[in-house]
């Protein structure tokens, strides 16, 4: 029974037809005449990063990452991490959790009954978890880590032309 | 066997489902401009407050027990929607959405053999939701849409029975419905449930019951003929896969603040019409016939003598020579029919339009005194509604509407958009 007075702006309600969902792989040409194109029979949908990165789409959210945590896992502030609810949350995942409110990304670790929060940062200590007293709850497992490389400082730059200045055959 | 799932306070739970802070204390969802209650958690409805109960009048609870206000989040519920609906394909070839929070499946006697039983598969259902987006669901298993709705209802109403409920025999149907109030029964509404009340029958179990059928039929017409069958458990109501277009379109929300003159009307009015023309072309329909409305509020004091302020409201109707879904066509007339309406010297609450006389966009008539509507035109509306759908809504819009209007809606504790803005996802430390 639903809870509410104001109707629903119709364009929050979508039906869902699985039978639409239809991937059309190959490129349907209605050329009569001239020279076949001999690359038609070879067209192919072009490759899409959520297929590579997204197992489950109704599971699949998308968090940005905060603080430097996790940086020895190529976590960085601002990455954004795919994050799956679908799957098994297991000793050594990395997970995306709420800890007593607080939404945090660490490497899971089962201790008996204890539930132990690694960092992936030395200067961080690991976070104890208790069933009794603590809320916890997983969203999920990161499955794909979205990133900028990082750039390259004054001084870095400086030194890899010196690098070259230097090894330069004369 | 049809099954009704229905996720328990879906507002709330939405807001639960990216905030778990929120669970154990009493949340309210408020509606448009926060000004009333549209969805409680089961601890803010223990706590006293009611459904549709405007926020000035539980200020005192929601000192005394903390209760948690959330506007209300369309764009969040609505995703979390469509990714329950989605999910649920998983479990059933066959899924009609039903309302935001509400789908009915039907599962083909083949998943017999795959779960152990309809109990299981409610189970299975209800934990794959709780793992993946974090709601509480209940499942309702039965013959009939209709007993699938009864059976929904005693999952939701008995704790022992573990949020699923399977109506699948005679004994379990006898038990379901003989108290189930007929009230509460899918398609009574308040006036057919007075009037069978009056004539004894107070159950759902006393209405399948009924001896003589053409009784119902005078009375309650083929729909209730249609109910008693579906209560006896021959199905008559089936699975509507691709809902129908829409008869009517209609867009009318509140301002957010009190607007008295012409110039934020007419640039609402063109907003909402812009809104209305969206969903026709979602529909790939055209329409003829606008109403255009706007009213005072009803409930506004005079400031200073607490006497009821003025009224005034009014509305007018006006037919086009041709069907169309073009804004630009619609605003010809429509703007000079909120000219018309329009009183100085009140502050109104609330415009609001209706369209009617919808045909589908292949099914037009030719109007025999115009060439309109301008195919360019309709191709032109379909290329906007495709750039607003890729930059966000309303990058491209007619230069009288306003892009921040002053009217805009009033939403003090809204949550982030976690699923939908890349601006706005979910950060963990």
């Known amino acids: 029974m639903i809870d509410t007075l104001d109707p629903i702006p119709p364009g929050n309600i979508w039906a869902i037809d699985p039978s639409e969902r239809v991937p059309i792989p190959f490129y349907l040409s209605t050329v009569q005449a001239g020279f076949p194109n001999p690359a038609e029979n070879f067209l192919r949908q072009r490759l899409n990063l959520q297929d590579l990165c997204v197992q489950h789409p109704d599971a699949t959210y998308f968090v940005e990452a905060a603080g430097e945590s996790m940086i020895e896992d190529y976590i960085y502030p601002g990455s954004i991490l795919v994050v799956d609810a679908a799957l098994l949350v297991e000793s050594g995942k990395i997970i995306v959790c709420w800890v007593n409110g607080a939404c945090t990304v660490k490497r899971f670790v089962r201790y008996g009954k204890l539930v132990v929060l690694f960092p992936s940062n030395a200067h961080y200590t690991p976070l104890y978890i208790h069933p009794e007293t603590d809320q916890f709850l997983v969203l999920g497992v990161v499955v794909r880590i979205v990133s900028k490389p990082p750039r390259w400082d004054s001084d870095q730059l400086k030194t890899a032309q010196d690098y070259v200045r230097t090894h330069r055959r004369e | ?429």
């Open chain 2, 1 to 429: 066997m049809y099954g009704l799932i229905d996720v328990n306070n879906m507002y709330v739970s939405c807001e639960r489902s990216f905030n778990p802070s929120l669970n154990g204390k009493p949340v309210i969802a408020l509606g448009n401009n926060d000004h009333c209650v549209i969805a409680r958690s089961q601890e803010a409805k223990n706590v006293g407050i009611k459904m549709g109960q405007p926020l000035f009048q539980i200020r005192e609870l929601i000192e005394q027990h903390q209760v948690q206000i959330c506007s209300s989040n369309f764009e969040l519920y609505g995703d979390l929607s469509s990714r329950l609906m989605s999910l649920l394909t998983n479990f059933a070839d066959h899924v009609e959405p039903y309302s935001i929070d509400e789908a009915f499946v039907q599962i083909d006697t083949s998943f017999e053999g795959i779960y152990p039983s309809y109990q299981g598969l409610g189970s299975a259902m209800r934990d794959t939701v709780a793992q993946w987006l974090r709601l509480p669901i209940c499942v309702g298993f039965g013959l009939t849409k209709t007993l699938a709705k009864v059976a929904n209802k005693c999952a939701k109403t008995r704790p022992e029975l573990e949020g699923v409920c399977v109506i699948n025999s005679l004994e379990s149907a006898n038990e379901a419905l003989s108290d189930f109030k007929i009230k509460d029964l899918w398609g009574v509404g308040s006036r057919y449930a007075a009037m069978l009340k009056k004539n004894g029958i107070e159950t759902a179990l006393q209405l399948r019951d009924v001896g003589d059928i053409d009784w119902v039929r005078d009375r309650m017409t083929v729909n209730g003929v249609r109910m008693v069958y579906e209560l006896r458990g021959y199905p008559c109501r089936l699975l509507e896969i691709n809902a129908p277009p829409k008869k009517t379109i209609c867009t009318a929300m509140s301002f957010g603040q009190l607007i008295p003159d012409l110039k934020n009307i007419t640039d609402a009015l063109t907003t909402y019409l812009a809104r209305c023309c969206e969903k026709l072309r979602r529909q790939e329909s055209l329409a003829r016939h606008v109403t255009v409305f706007l009213h005072t509020n009803p409930n506004r004091k005079t400031p200073g003598n607490g006497l009821p302020a003025k009224q005034y409201s009014a509305s007018r109707s006006i037919r086009l020579p041709h069907h169309t879904n073009h804004l630009p066509d619609f605003l010809r007339y429509a703007i000079p029919v909120v000219e018309n309406l329009l009183q100085l010297g009140y502050n109104y609450q609330k415009v609001g339009i209706i369209l009617n006389d919808i045909v589908p966009e292949s099914f037009r008539q030719q109007g025999v005194f115009s060439d309109w509507p301008d195919e360019k035109a309709l191709q032109i509306g379909k290329t906007i509604d495709r750039l607003n759908h890729r930059y966000g809504r309303d990058k491209v819009r007619l230069a009288s509407q306003l892009y921040q209007p002053d009217w805009s809606q009033v939403q003090g504790s809204l949550s982030q958009a976690y699923t939908t803005d890349w601006k706005q996802i979910l950060k963990a430390s």
